[in-house]
Every structure is written in C-alpha cells, then in structure tokens.
C-alpha cells in the first residue's frame, strides 16, 4: 500500500522509530518528528554517551537468561500463520526468549478464554483487536505499553486505546470494510458505484436481470452477520448519533423503536434476498470464489477476503465502497485489527518489551505480516508490497474525508456477549424461525450485556 496516503487516511504525520529498551544497537538513528516533509530531515546521530546508555537498557538481550512468555492470541481469518514468523524473527534477535502460543479464534473464543484466565492469572502476552483494551483496561488488568514502542506506530493508532491518558494497547494493522465489487463486470455493465440505495437497487435489478447474483455472501458464519449489521449501523447509525449506545443503556432508544437502527438490520434482508440461496451452508472460501469467478458481483466484508481474492486469482481486479445508507452519506469503514496487549501482573516484563522492539523495529517481519495478511500497516515507514487493486478506492475516500473507524461503534455495543448474540438471532430471522419483532425485542433484552464496563 502507498503509505503516504495511509498516514493521510489517518492524518498522522511519519516518524521513524525510537531506539530504547531492547532496541536494536545496529538501527538507524530516529527522525525528527514532525510533519511529513519535516520527518525526512535526519536527526544528529547519538552520542557516545547516549549510545552507551541505550545499549544498557536492554536487560534481558544482555543476560541471556531463559524466559518463557505466555501468548494468548485471538486471531482473525487472516492471521493464523504469523505466530510462525514473529517466533523465527524473535529467536534471531532474542534467542533466549520463547513464546508459548495458544491461538484461539477471536470471534467466538476469545472474550471466553479471558474471563478465564482473569480468574487463574493472565498471559503475559495478549493479542486482540482495540476494542478489547475498551473492555480489559478499565478492570485494571491490562499494562501500559511503553512509548518507545508506541511512537513507532502511527499516531491514529493510540486513539482508541488509549483511556484516561494512558496506552494500553499497540494497535499493529487495519482492516477496511465496505463492498466490495468487481471491477471489471462494472465497467462491462456501465454500473458506477452507488452512493444512494436507489443507485444500487438500480444495479442489483440489472443482475438479476442478466443472471448475476448481485452478492456474495457466507451467512453460515454468524461472525460475518454480526460484522456487516455493524458495518450498516455505522452509517446509519453512529456517524449521526456517536452515543447510541450510551442512550440505549439509559433506555432513550431501543432496538424496537429506533427506524435507523431496524433499517441496519433490515439490510440483511436485503443482502439474503439477492445473493444466492445456500448462502446458510457456504464457507468463506467458497463465497469469495464465487465473487472471483464472476458469480457475484458484489459482496459486503473487509479486507480479511483480499487473502482469498488473490489466492484464488493474482489479477482479479476488485475495488471497494461504502454500503450506501439512508442519506448517501456513507464513509468507507477502519478497523484496527491485531492488537498487542500486555498483563499489569507479569513478571517479565523486560522480555515483553523485548518481543515488543522485535514486532515494532524489524520492517522485514512487518512486510512479511503485512503481504501475509493483506492489511493496512499501522507502524510508520513500512510498506506492504502485495497488490491491491482497491487502494485506489481507498485513497479516494481518504482524500474526501470519508474514512471513519469503526472502534466507536463497536465500544459502544461491544461484540462479546452482544453483536454476536444478535447475529445469531438475525440469523434465525431470515431463516424463518422468529420473527423481526422478536429479533429485535432480544436486542433490547440483553441491554445489560451491551458495554463493556
């Protein structure tokens, strides 16, 4: 991806890394921070005096003592593999440190597996997404994370992990979600991309009408429901209301009675009546086939399907846009995804700073993680070298300001114990087994389970 753009996405400006703790003696000596153009300009190179130091601060790489570090990860569709590729980069630069892994699917096992170790004692080591810190940190379970690493990342990166003035999460990558379409069979088709449900009524008419299935969609996965009945609440949602879910809680709005909110989840309806009909039965794999070989024009996810996408076919030729809301106004969605979190209680926590200066200071283990994953990087000067088709569209929205993270929806219905739980229920809607009344009186009835704190 262009990082530019991104840090324009973003509006941060590029810093390079900050060298302390268990930082590297052979990297390059830090930037000046600043603008874009002012962090080109080199700083003077350290000291003696300040070179000795810092080669002073890394204790654990100085004493070579074993230490073993607990890693509970909850992993995205995209990231099982990268475990692999952080222990080889940390066994050259740390030998002695070991990371023990259990990686559990975030989704459903996650929140389960932290309430669990909440009672007999946490990793040291926690990987989530930046919602979770909303959740965690306030419990007083989580540590800070140190600026050294921090000020590698991106400064959008903090702002949802921080809470009362302290960082408690390092926000890694980013996710992009909207439609996303096939360009080709657009512009075969004369479609532009709609921004007004009647502009997409007007395309999903012409497929049916020409025997293309307007939209790919693996509804057999609940996860996927919940994903995109957020992603609809967004726009019709939050962007206009961004304490929604705090007027829910007082009980000034409710699922029932609030039309913004049935309309996002009337939308999949929308998506059930025009995708094809064993979409209750189809995995994600076979979903994003059906959208590469030209079955499905369209299909509403996040950049988690771009691994599938090329997988399958290395030129097709995909963009993205915002599932066009009641006011066309919609915004392209940000997710920040993989989120390194730490225990207040370790006892090691020189060598997590170590496997901290390892994922924040090695670009190659960044590239490799980021083409791996096919996500958006959220370390400074680093740049992914997978091809991306629909970073075009992307910088587009940027350059309109048309971006938004979708972190403040979800710290306001949180997904454990909530978004989840509705999905299942929106599941058995659309399947004919309860009615939308009842789906959305079951909202309503686990208010309590809706915020994290």
């Known amino acids: 991806m262009k990082m530019k753009l991104l840090c324009m996405i973003l509006s941060t400006a590029m810093v390079a890394a900050v060298l302390s703790g268990c930082g590297n003696s052979e990297a390059e000596a830090p930037a000046a921070t ?76 996650f929140q389960p597996k932290m309430q669990q170790y909440m009672q007999s004692g946490l990793p040291d080591i926690m990987i989530g997404k930046a919602q979770d810190v909303a959740t965690y940190a306030p419990q007083g379970i989580l540590g800070e994370i140190d600026t050294t690493y921090l000020d590698r990342g991106l400064d959008a990166a903090r702002q949802n992990v921080t809470i009362d003035g302290k960082t408690y999460g390092l926000v890694y990558n980013a996710l992009y979600q909207g439609v996303y379409y096939n360009k080709d069979m657009f512009a075969e088709n004369g479609w532009s991309v709609p921004k007004t449900q009647e502009e997409l009524q007007v395309i999903i008419d012409d497929c049916k009408a020409k025997g293309i299935t307007p939209f790919a969609s693996h509804m057999v996965d609940t996860w996927s429901i919940g994903n995109v009945t957020m992603q609809f609440a967004m726009n019709d949602v939050f962007n206009k209301d961004a304490e929604w879910g705090d007027k829910f809680r007082a009980g000034e709005v409710s699922f029932a009675e609030d039309e913004a ?125 997978f091809p991306n088709p629909s970073q075009e569209d992307i910088d587009a929205y940027a350059s309109a300001d048309q971006i938004v993270d979708v972190t403040l929806g979800n710290n306001q219905l949180v997904w454990g114990g909530f978004q989840e739980e509705n999905a299942k229920d929106i599941a058995a809607w659309l399947q004919g087994d309860i009615s939308f009344e009842d789906c959305l009186a079951a909202s309503d009835a686990r208010v309590g389970t809706s915020s994290a704190n």
């Open 261 to 385: 909110m049935q309309t996002a989840y009337q939308y999949n309806k929308l998506i059930f009546d025009n995708t094809y009909p064993e979409t209750f039965s189809t995995e994600q794999t076979d979903c994003d086939a059906k959208m590469v070989l030209g079955e499905a024009a369209m299909k509403v996810s996040g950049s988690w399907s771009i691994q599938n996408f090329l997988d399958i076919d290395e030129s097709f030729n995909f963009g993205i846009f915002p599932f066009p809301n009641q006011t066309g106004d919609s915004k392209l969605i940000f997710e920040p995804n993989i989120t390194i979190m730490t225990s207040a209680e370790s006892e090691h926590q020189d060598a997590i700073n170590c496997v901290l200066d390892v994922l924040t200071n090695d670009k190659d283990l960044a590239v490799e993680i980021y083409d791996y994953t096919k996500t958006a990087p959220m370390l400074k000067d680093v740049t992914p070298t």
């Open 34 to 109: 600043g603008t874009a153009d002012e962090a080109e300009e080199q700083t003077e190179a350290p000291t003696a005096e300040e070179a000795e130091t810092e080669q002073t601060e890394a204790p654990v790489a100085d004493t070579g003592e074993p230490v073993t570090l607990t890693v509970l990860a909850g992993q995205s569709t995209t990231d099982a593999g990268i475990e692999d590729m952080i222990d080889e980069a940390l066994a050259e630069a740390y030998p002695n440190i070991t990371l023990e892994w259990e990686c559990v699917d975030w989704g459903n096992d």
